[in-house]
């Protein structure tokens, strides 16, 4: 059965959502349209190519994370110099590895820009800064004078997943100057919007898959001091708008997939723990489809 997909960001948990991927795949649903932010943008990538869910744990299992961690070289110790870069380049990590590696994997499937896969295939979410908004990818680059076709999908990815301070922010060049571009997840974590709107008759159906629990069972956040603060408000800034957006009737469409135990950005995740979250992924699949009527 035909259908479209949404993959919310998460970090390193996005493993999770490539174990979604397989039992959906293994249910004979093929995505049409796919759209993600973040960790989920990758995905959505792989699948738009061409990837089946057995070639892209094949993937993620001989990924190397940590190499994903590429920060600037300096004759300096990184423990001293991380803080220079956080002033001067506004991240820890370059994030041209991840780029890189998308680059290559989409290649060895025929495909570099938004160009080479049919019109709205694929959209990714990022956040604009200098101009205090969002950006759906390719749809918004001829805001910026760039002709949509022509953009690098790996491009787009890094900008979805440049987790802020954590990789450093795309710099994109438009008629208008230079815009500091982010992590999507900044201002919509997962993108449902993009395919099921209220009072807008579906062209087929919508299924998402969220690495949270739904939103009337939140984990509240303890929040003791200055760090756990910023942590609170920065996961709270990310998930209010689709969690307002996300209702009784559209979570009934949604693979809701929490995480406990793993940091978003815990790249130096051992193989083991990688093969838990993509079962995990599987796992709230399988119960999820074998009730979901669509």
Known sequence: MRIDGVFS???????????????IENRGFQFVRVAGTSAGSILAALIAAGYSSNEIYQLLDELDISKMLDPRKSIIPFHITKWLLLYWKLGLYKGYELEKW?????????????????????????????????????????????????????????????????????????????????????????????????????????????????????????IKNAIQLFGALFETMKDAHDSRYISKKHAKNIIFIPIE?????????KDEKKRELYAIGKEKAIKFLNDWSY
Not at 9 to 23: D, F, N, P, R, V
């Open 102 to 222: 998308i680059k290559e994997k989409l290649a060895l499937k025929g495909i570099r820009t938004f160009s080479d896969l049919p019109p709205k295939t694929l959209r990714v979410i990022a956040s604009d800064l200098s101009n205090g908004r969002m950006i759906v990818l390719p749809d918004d680059l001829e805001k910026y004078g760039i002709s949509p076709g022509s953009f690098s999908i790996a491009k787009a990815i890094r900008m979805s997943c440049s987790i802020p301070y954590f990789f450093e922010p795309v710099r994109l060049r438009s008629i208008d100057g230079t815009n500091i571009i982010v992590d999507g997840g900044v201002l919509s974590n997962f993108p449902m919007w993009l395919f099921d709107k209220e009072n807008v008759k579906k062209v087929r159906p919508v299924l998402g898959i969220q690495l949270n629990t739904d939103e009337y069972e939140h984990e509240k956040h303890s």
């Open 9 to 23: 960001g998460g970090g390193i948990k996005g493993l999770a959502l490539a174990g979604a991927y397989e039992e």
């Open 261 to 269: 135990g793993v940091l978003s950005t815990e790249f130096n995740i």
